[in-house]
């Protein structure tokens, strides 16, 4: 679930990566790279020298001589007279004026001055990746014909860049790699105002994003202006965010900026209508990935969205009523200045505990005005789509940022994460289980945490991370901290060292995220685990774990699954909650196999093995046996929190442990050399992938909402503080009052329900109401059993429940056995009901029974 860049090893692209594929130093197969050579070569007679300086140059003849006079001064001056001690590469954008021969009549004085000329003005970016490419310096700085920086100023630069060097070199492991890589870069922090506006992405951390006055690593300023593809002001953040995904360290320092140099503010409208263009044709490759996502999720739930109000997810049981529920009364709390933590709108008369529910408050909250234009189901439908569609990007985003370099390797490692099997499972009505996008970024801030670069930065933010996702999902967040845990672990095992130097700035930022998470969470959690309706675990039953076969097989809504098959396997359709299928976990092993080189796969292929044997639960049945042996959950089945968790889902863990791994191998796949090799690696990949592709969700009718409720006809039979009781009551098992409820905008309450709450003097967690001897009936009854014969007790335990209730009405909608269950309340009231629209109706307010 992570990679190894926290414990300071360069993953970023494989173990040849830093060189290319070939192990040429500095070649770049990068997206859209115009240049895959190695260093330009300098001019026979020039040789290499210690450091390039880049001029880029367009209408500059009234400062160019300045300029090179300048910069000639201190090199000399700084660095000596000799041939091989510096060069000045300034690059003419197709002038019009006099630029290029004031710089051929300085170069006929001084031979280490060179003039590349363009024959079209293309701008600075392509101005720029000539020279940087034309260079041979062991060092290159970036500077301008202006003078925006003094010369002066490359002191300071050489300093930082020449301490990181001292400290990053000389640190390697078993394979030849740095630990802690030499900075590819030294930024002057003078910045450039529009860039920084515009917050360019990819490069966090740096407050001046900008290039243009910049030195850089020879071999490594070559290696990236050779993967940039665009010609204008924004190729600053097209190569800086291209070192960055390199893995590679970017430092910067202060510089002073000489009075008269032109600032952004000053920047041609032009320009900055062009560094738009292109910056958005840099991000252009995420935004097409976040569509693919957007339009894979569509195509999931698109049953739903044909027919919001007349349509509801097949296999979701009674999860949509709820969910739709949990919506609806957030914005019924918000705008009515309630508590959102509480409410008494079902579970009458004790309430519900929202804050010990999937409330996900976190996005219910937010969308209220979505929800209070369109309605809970619109809300419900949203956040299911775009939930798993961002889910997908963050996925795609954390992989391709620290792992490998092909966006669509990343993207297709971010839709399997994300639209696995298991979550496609989920999806039926378990929003805050596919709904996981705050994952990738809670793990990407503890591995810079393990960086150790900006602690107390890092720890803050990870801290309001986490407390972000307690409002979205607790359970999902306890098992993403289990499945960290794990990979911690399985990574101290694979490299000891690198580990224990993570562990210090990691445990320091554990600390200081606690302290931010504490104040802002000491409340709700009271809440949840002490106050009204608050329980101490949630009873699942015997069977919550996978069978072994789960594992293997495919899931209801997978391409190659069998309903029936994946029925018998699984909880109910809902809780699918392993079903990777056997070419997917095979591929996955193949991988581990192949790459069992590097460390982050080692350490995935632990992190994934441990967790499907721990969701196999504490006891494990041999299939096709009657033997039982004992599983590794059993460890954990009671401690607490895990001892509320359905052990069946810690499976989900492998869904980006099997999205990494497979991102790690089309990397790989996509960059062999031999046509026939990367033809059957993806072969392979297909046959893995295709059995598991996801079905769109099945839809059914959904029961319509008795006119009773809609027309307000129930205004007259239920007072304010009273509770309407449908029949039969709202359980887990049907739960369409909630609908009615949500409907009727919580103008009544309601008896009975569906949601967790305690039972008993141990407040164990249980899913619904504490039911009573008269809900037990007219569920009983409406479910095939006979009506008993009504007796004086029968009468006075009715009475006795619908006090306890603070009932006004008892509601029969017209259904199956509506005539036993009409003769039968009949009988416990001792009247007649009233028929109002399509419902039967008794009085039994005080006084009435």
């Given at each position: ?474 359970e999902p967040l306890l098992i993403a901290a289990l499945g960290m845990l794990i990979f911690s672990l399985a990574y101290l095992l694979v490299d000891r060292e690198r580990a224990l130097a993570a562990a210090r700035p990691l445990g320091l930022g554990l600390v200081i995220a606690a302290a931010v998470c504490v104040p802002l969470l000491v409340f709700p959690l009271y809440w949840q685990f002490f106050g009204p309706q608050s329980y101490h675990s949630v009873l699942h039953g015997d069977n919550a774990g996978n069978s072994p076969r789960a594992l293997v097989e495919y899931a209801a809504r997978s391409l190659f699954g069998d309903a029936e098959t994946a029925g018998r396997l699984s909880l109910n359709t809902t809780e699918q909650n392993a079903f990777y299928g056997w070419p997917l976990l095979a591929l996955g092993v193949a991988v581990c196999v192949w790459m069992w080189r590097r460390r982050v796969v080692r350490a995935l292929a632990i992190t994934g093995a441990v967790a499907l044997a721990l969701s196999l639960g504490p006891w494990v049945p041999v299939p096709r046996t009657d033997v039982v042996l004992p599983g590794p959950w059993r460890l954990m089945v009671k401690l607490p929190l895990f001892e509320s968790v359905i052990e069946g889902r810690v499976a989900m863990v492998c869904a980006p442990v099997l999205g990494v ?189």
């Amino acid at each position: 679930m992570t990679d190894t860049t926290a414990t300071g090893e360069t993953e970023a692209t494989g173990e040849t990566e830093a060189t290319g594929e070939t192990g040429e130093t500095g070649k770049t197969e990068g997206p859209g790279a115009k240049t895959t050579g190695g260093p330009a070569a300098a001019p026979a007679w020039l040789g290499a020298v210690g450091l390039s300086v880049v001029i880029p140059a367009h209408e500059d003849a009234h400062r160019i001589g300045a300029a090179l006079d300048a910069f000639r001064a201190h090199l000399d001056a700084r660095f000596g007279s000799g041939p091989g001690d510096w060069e000045l590469v300034v690059v003419d954008d197709a002038s019009t004026d006099a630029t290029a021969a004031l710089v051929e009549a300085a170069a006929a004085d001084e031979p280490r001055i060179r003039l590349i000329r363009s024959e079209e003005h293309r701008g600075r970016g392509a101005a720029l990746r000539a020279g940087v490419l034309a260079s041979a310096g062991e060092r290159v700085l970036l500077a301008d014909a202006g003078l925006g920086t003094p010369p002066a100023e490359l002191d300071r630069l050489e300093q930082a860049l020449g301490a990181e060097n001292r400290e990053g070199h000389g640190n390697q492991d078993s394979h030849g790699n740095h630990e802690d890589p030499a900075p590819a870069a030294v930024l002057g922090r003078t910045g450039n105002r529009l860039v920084r506006a515009l917050g360019i992405p990819g490069i966090p951390g740096f407050r001046a994003d900008t290039c243009g006055f910049a030195l850089f690593d020879g071999d490594r300023a070559r290696a990236a202006f050779g993967a940039s593809v665009l010609d204008g002001p924004a190729i600053d953040a097209e190569v800086l965010r291209w070192v960055r995904r390199q893995g590679w360290q970017v430092a910067e320092v202060p510089v002073r900026r000489t009075a008269a140099a032109p600032t952004a503010a000053t920047t041609a409208t032009g320009d900055r209508r062009r560094a738009l263009k292109e910056l958005f044709r840099l991000n252009s490759g995420g935004l097409a990935v976040a569509a693919a996502f957007i339009a894979l999720s569509v195509y999931v739930f698109h049953g739903l969205w044909a027919d919001l109000d007349g349509r509801y997810l097949k296999d979701a049981l009674q999860d949509q009523n709820q969910w739709e529920w949990f919506v609806g009364v957030a914005t019924d709390n918000i705008t009515h200045l309630r508590n959102p933590l509480f409410t008494l709108a079902q579970g009458m008369p004790d309430g519900v505990n929202l804050m010990a529910n999937a409330t996900m408050l976190g996005l219910t909250v937010p969308l209220i005005p979505v929800t209070l234009l369109f309605g809970e189901t619109v809300t419900f439908a949203l956040v299911l789509t775009l939930g798993m569609a961002a889910s997908a990007w963050t996925w795609y985003w954390l992989i391709r940022r620290r792992l490998v370099r092909s966006r669509w390797a990343a993207a297709a490692g971010g839709a399997l994460a994300a639209f696995a099997p298991p979550m496609v499972s989920h999806a039926n009505g378990h929003p805050n289980f596919v709904v996981l996008f705050m994952l990738p970024l809670i793990i990407d801030r503890a591995l810079r945490l393990c960086e150790g670069r900006n602690v107390v930065r890092d720890g803050v933010l990870l801290g309001l991370f986490a407390t972000y996702q307690i409002f979205l999902g607790e359970e999902p967040l306890l098992i993403a901290a289990l499945g960290m845990l794990i990979f911690s672990l399985a990574y101290l095992l694979v490299d000891r060292e690198r580990a224990l130097a993570a562990a210090r700035p990691l445990g320091l930022g554990l600390v200081i995220a606690a302290a931010v998470c504490v104040p802002l969470l000491v409340f709700p959690l009271y809440w949840q685990f002490f106050g009204p309706q608050s329980y101490h675990s949630v009873l699942h039953g015997d069977n919550a774990g996978n069978s072994p076969r789960a594992l293997v097989e495919y899931a209801a809504r997978s391409l190659f699954g069998d309903a029936e098959t994946a029925g018998r396997l699984s909880l109910n359709t809902t809780e699918q909650n392993a079903f990777y299928g056997w070419p997917l976990l095979a591929l996955g092993v193949a991988v581990c196999v192949w790459m069992w080189r590097r460390r982050v796969v080692r350490a995935l292929a632990i992190t994934g093995a441990v967790a499907l044997a721990l969701s196999l639960g504490p006891w494990v049945p041999v299939p096709r046996t009657d033997v039982v042996l004992p599983g590794p959950w059993r460890l954990m089945v009671k401690l607490p929190l895990f001892e509320s968790v359905i052990e069946g889902r810690v499976a989900m863990v492998c869904a980006p442990v099997l999205g990494v791994l497979l991102a790690l191998a089309l990397d790989r796949i996509v960059r062999m050399r031999t046509r026939e090799l990367r033809t059957l690696g993806l072969l392979a990949v297909a046959a893995a992938l295709v059995p598991v592709l996801p079905l769109p969700l099945a839809v059914r009718e959904r029961a319509p909402v008795p006119a009773f409720i809609t027309s307000g006809a129930w205004k007259g039979y239920v007072k304010d503080g009273e509770a309407l009781v449908p029949v039969p009551l709202p359980d887990p098992g049907q739960a369409d009052a909630l609908h009615w409820q949500v409907e009727a905008d919580f103008g009544f309450r309601l008896a009975g329900g569906y949601f967790n709450g305690p039972w008993g003097p141990d407040r164990i967690g249980i899913y619904g109401a504490t039911p009573r001897h008269l809900s037990n009936l007219l569920r009983d009854v409406r479910y095939g059993q006979q009506p008993p014969e009504i007796t004086p007790q029968w009468r006075e335990q009715a009475r006795r429940d619908l006090e306890f209730w603070k009932a006004g009405a008892v509601v029969l909608p017209f259904q199956d056995r509506e005539a036993e269950l009409r003769d039968m309340i009949s009988e416990l009231l001792g009247r007649q009901p009233e028929k109002v629209a399509d419902v039967w109706v008794w009085r039994v307010g005080p006084g009435q029974v």
